[in-house]
């Protein structure tokens, strides 16, 4: 494509020195619409500093006092010194009367209106302007040819398109270890910037080619130099041939560079294609499967291959991944999001999560195909923590676990999200420490909906101590209802009981006097004191230390100032459905006088047997072996005998194999 | 340029001032404010004492040096300045000081210092009364105003040239007024302290005027041989030198600066960045050839022998020594 010519009316004015040692000032300037002190201010504004690099260029833009569309100018400013042959002005001298060099200024502006239109770029702004020799009186507006550039597919400059997004966070961009470059070069990488911004920000865009480091106060929001400069708000700085160490900027700028790479990159892609190809029959066949090859063009994908293959993100074995052909578009649009995930192209991803979220809300999404998609998601590894993504990161998981997994959230619902996230849980043993889920995937589940306390307790507690301690203060919870629920067990690891122990001690503890212990104590008796719930999820020392805490809330020292008495060592030890543990022995042994350790150790040895499943002829033959039990001087009323509570099918009830006895032989 | 603001020491005796603000300079365009400052370094050495400029700032870092062998090794006047250069550079040192001990006693030792300077080197074309308003003028007005010290460079050469010294300061100086009116304890003047540097030293008139007023003092132990004038005559030297001023009212500069800043926050000197041309033959100070600047064919000025700054670091050292004691 051959360049277009348009002519172009460009007010002018012409800075530096004359011998009248005023020192620089506008020497000439147009008699057009604007006049020497509009240049005057204009070229004030957008000062390179000293430099003995010239010349430079800087672009700028002007505006008339009342701004109306369309009626600012785009302004290009040559910066040279007067040399043997120059021909930017007539008469100028190349000292000034003290004999040092001086910097003259030529200083065009034209019309916005005029340029716009036909894209016309930086570069060629200056081919055109720098052909003007400038009066060194005022005249009129110079008319000139601008030949705008044949347009060509954007050459990527990597930099480039990491650089134009910095620009739209409003932080000037300073690029440094360019000194080798040329003007032209330098020139032509601001446009390239701009040329991947929308041409309208052109009206309102500074640059310059090179400032000094010192002029701290300029106003160019691109711009090379030698060394960054001190000012107050720190610029973005950048370093010429290093684009791999700019980091996209966050927010929108960030989703802009997303944009930019999605569009973009392909299309430069297509110069590495470069292996020769002939214009045969096959020829669109065989540019199709190069450019799907590049990702150019997307063909509906094959199946995706059993989901028993565990994917991470950024794994060489899920770049291979494929969509099903025949399409649920749930899937392939899950496909489309690892993919978007792993680049990252949040623009696209945005559109994902939009397509996702439309198909979540029409239903439809029946078991089946719920673990299908659990099962692409827990493939590509999309639970992940992932903060490249930003704001989306919580949109994917929201959307995600809505999917796959469905709402509210249930404590198996959760384990199966763990499971995901860590792999399956062979990779991790179910007595391993737990580590957490990520932050932000806990924060997702919260979003979600949380079904059932247990998950309620372990996504809270992950999250945030407080978080769990206004649940634990709610009216949703009681302590019969914790206590119950530890003694339900069925924990998926370990390190789920353990959490869910803590929070309810924290709560039998931070809500002392708002339970009434006798409830307390009668729910703990019909769980065995949760002796045998406790051996389940922690170690020895853990479970005396939580026994001796429910001991506490039970039996609060207030209300039992000479510690447990003999009537309550033998309930609890010989009276609940459960065979008490050494753990829970020792617990009492803790609580009580060293005088009454001995009615402890008989209450354990009774019950350590009584509660083993005998038959009845075994038994029998224990029973003169074993301690006489004696209930003895309780000051409280004996408490009324437990309900009995759901036993183990083979478990003996007290009093049938093995009789209580009290201290009086009843 | 100078800042000298919050300051701690340590227990070995160092000290350091950092902070804002810094020490501005002034002076119209060609004044010599640029050269000054690139003097500062070789003025440092030779004064054989334990001053010494650095910088942490990259960027002033990289001006520093370029600046000092610009004018030292090449003979090149810096660049005239466009727009605010500002530079942060580092003065460390040591200085004697006396500390109470006990009721009655005292302790002298030396102790270091380190000062942040912060240097504001602005384009002279700012003081004109014609860029008031303009954008990068109140800039000069807002880092002069934030400033605790001024560096104001006479041109006596210009001034009898174009006699626009009074012109120039009167309208910085009403633009500062106005800027500093508002501040807690304005009592009316500007609460600067102000080194007048009356510059260009070498320049056959200007010597001149200094030997007719006997005002030239020798130091025997001075290994070239130069004159000073010192300070205690240096106002008197601007105010004569003002008379012969194109238009008349540079003589009341001296008046002008005393009634907008406190007089006894102003002290002057008689400046040469380049110093006096040192006779090849000889290697000392020759009375009859003491201009240390040369042009060549094209018009560029160069220096013509080695840079011997006269009182560029006296007037650093004094600004500094006020503000600290100013706290």
Redo the contacts between chains.
């Keep these: 494509m051959t360049g277009r010519t348009i002519s172009v009316y460009a007010q002018w004015a012409l800075h530096g020195k004359v011998l009248d040692?005023?020192?620089?000032?506008v020497i000439a300037c147009s008699n057009g619409d604007l006049s020497k002190a509009n240049f005057?201010?204009a070229l004030?504004?957008f000062?390179?500093?000293?430099?003995?690099m010239l010349p430079q260029v800087s672009v700028s833009y002007l505006q008339p006092a009342a701004p109306s569309p369309g009626g600012g100018y785009l302004a290009l400013a040559i910066h040279w010194f007067a040399a043997d042959g120059q021909r930017h002005a007539d008469g100028v001298?190349?000292?000034?009367?003290?004999?040092?060099?001086?910097?003259f200024t030529s200083y065009f502006c034209a019309p916005y209106v005029q340029l716009a239109p036909h894209g016309v770029t930086y570069p060629d702004m200056y081919r055109g302007f720098s052909a003007v020799t400038l009066p060194g009186t005022d005249g009129l507006p110079a008319e000139v040819t601008i030949t705008a550039a044949a347009q060509q597919v954007p050459g990527i400059d990597d930099l480039a398109m990491r650089v134009a997004p910095l620009l739209l966070t409003g932080v000037p961009v300073c690029v440094l270890g360019a000194d080798a470059t040329s003007m032209e070069e330098r020139l032509r990488f601001i446009d390239t910037v701009m040329g991947l911004l929308p041409y309208g920000f052109r009206a309102r865009m500074t640059a310059a080619t090179w400032t000094?480091?010192?002029?701290?106060?300029?106003r160019f929001r691109l711009f090379f130099?030698?060394?960054?400069?001190?000012s107050e708000k720190p610029d973005h700085v950048v370093y010429w041939d290093k684009p791999e160490l700019v980091a996209p900027p966050g927010g929108d700028a960030g989703h802009y560079y997303g944009w930019l790479t999605d569009k973009v990159t392909p299309l430069a892609t297509l110069t590495r294609l470069n292996a020769e190809i002939s214009f045969g029959d096959s020829a669109g066949t065989e540019a199709l499967r190069l450019v799907d090859e590049i990702r150019l063009w997307r063909r509906p994908r094959p199946r995706p291959p059993a989901p028993d293959s565990p994917g991470r993100r950024g794994t060489p074995g899920s770049q291979s991944k494929a969509a099903p052909e025949s399409a649920d578009p749930v899937e392939m649009l899950l496909c489309e999001c690892d993919e978007h995930v792993r680049a990252p192209n949040l623009s696209r991803l945005r559109q994902d999560l939009s397509l996702l979220q439309d198909r979540l809300q029409s239903g439809g999404i029946d078991d089946s195909r719920r673990r299908r998609y659990r099962s692409l998601v827990n493939r590509f590894g999309l639970l992940g923590p992932d903060q490249r993504l930003g704001k989306y990161e919580g949109k994917l998981l929201d959307t995600l676990i809505a999917l796959a997994f469905g709402s509210p959230v249930s404590y198996a619902v959760l384990c199966q999200l763990e499971d995901s996230v860590r792999g399956t849980p062979g990779h991790l043993p179910r007595t391993a420490p737990d580590p957490g889920l990520p932050r932000p995937l806990l924060e997702a589940l919260e979003r979600t909906g949380l079904a059932d306390v247990r998950s309620k307790v372990i996504v809270y507690s992950h999250l945030d101590g407080r978080k769990l301690s206004r649940w634990l203060s709610s009216k949703e919870v009681d302590a019969y209802r914790l206590i119950g629920e530890l003694a339900r067990r069925g924990w998926h690891r370990k390190a789920h009981g353990r959490l869910f122990c803590d929070a309810t001690l924290k709560y039998l503890q931070d809500k002392r006097g708002r339970y009434a212990t006798a409830e307390i104590r009668r729910a703990l008796l019909r769980n065995g004191y949760l002796a045998q719930a406790l051996r389940e999820i922690g170690h020895d020392q853990y479970q005396v230390h939580a026994l001796t805490s429910l001991l506490v809330a039970a039996f609060p020292e207030e209300h039992y100032p000479r510690g447990i008495g003999d009537a309550a060592i033998t309930e609890i030890l010989a009276g609940t459905p459960d065979a008490p543990t050494p753990a829970l022995l020792a617990a009492i042994l803790r609580k009580i006088p060293a005088a009454a350790a001995h009615q402890a150790w008989d209450a354990y040895t009774y019950g350590s047997i009584a509660r083993m499943g005998l038959d009845e002829a075994t038994h029998g033959a224990l029973r003169t072996h074993l301690p006489v039990l004696a209930a003895a001087d309780e000051t409280e009323p004996p408490e009324p005998p437990p309900a009995p509570g759901p036993r183990p099918p083979q478990a003996l009830e007290p009093g049938r194999g093995l009789r209580l006895e009290t201290s009086d032989g009843t | 340029m100078a800042s000298l603001g919050k300051n701690s020491s340590t227990g070995s005796g160092k000290r350091t001032y950092r902070g804002e603000p810094g020490i501005a300079m002034l002076g119209?365009?060609?004044s010599g404010k640029?050269t000054f400052l690139g003097a500062l370094q070789i003025a440092l050495l030779k004064q054989e004492n334990e001053w010494r400029i650095w910088c942490r700032?990259?960027?002033?870092?990289?001006?520093l040096v370029e600046m000092n062998t610009a004018l030292t090794s090449e003979g090149r006047?810096?660049?005239?300045?466009?727009?605010?250069?500002?530079?942060?550079w580092i003065l460390g040192g040591r200085r004697a000081r006396t500390e109470r001990k006990g009721r009655f006693g005292s302790r002298s030792f030396e102790e270091s210092i380190e000062l942040t300077l912060k240097l504001t080197d602005p384009?002279?074309?700012l003081a004109?009364p014609d860029?008031i308003g303009?954008?990068?003028?109140e800039?000069l007005v807002d880092h002069v105003a934030k400033s605790r010290g001024i560096l104001y460079m006479f041109d006596p050469i210009?001034e009898f040239?174009?006699g626009d010294a009074y012109e120039k300061t009167y309208s910085l100086l009403m633009d500062l007024v106005a800027a500093v009116a508002d501040d807690p304890g304005f009592d009316g003047r500007l609460p600067h302290h102000v080194a007048v540097c009356v510059t260009k030293f070498d320049e056959p008139r200007v010597f001149k005027t200094a030997e007719s007023l006997r005002m030239l003092v020798w130091d025997e132990h001075d290994p070239l041989g130069f004159p000073r004038v010192h300070s205690s005559d240096a106002r008197d030297l601007m105010h004569s030198l003002s008379k012969v001023s194109r238009n008349g009212t540079g003589e009341v500069v001296p008046q002008l600066l005393e009634q907008y800043f406190h007089p006894d926050r102003i002290s002057y000197y008689v400046t040469s960045a380049v110093g006096f041309m040192v006779s090849k033959r000889t290697r000392m100070f020759d009375i009859q050839d003491t201009e240390n600047?040369y042009?060549i064919e094209?018009?560029?000025?160069?220096v013509r022998g080695p840079v011997n700054p006269i009182n560029v670091v006296e007037p650093i050292l004094w600004l500094v020594e006020q503000m600290a004691l100013a706290g």
Excluded: C, M, W
């Design positions: 040692d005023e020192g620089y000032q005057g201010d004030s504004r000062t390179l500093g000293a430099l003995d001298l190349r000292f000034d009367n003290q004999g040092r060099p001086t910097a000094r480091a010192t002029n701290r106060n300029h130099s030698s060394a960054p400069r001190a | 119209a365009t060609g640029s700032e990259p960027a002033s870092r990289k001006a006047f810096p660049l005239p300045t466009t727009g605010i250069d500002t530079f942060d384009t002279g074309e004109r860029q303009l954008q990068s003028r800039e210009r040239n174009r600047v042009r094209s018009g560029e000025s160069l």
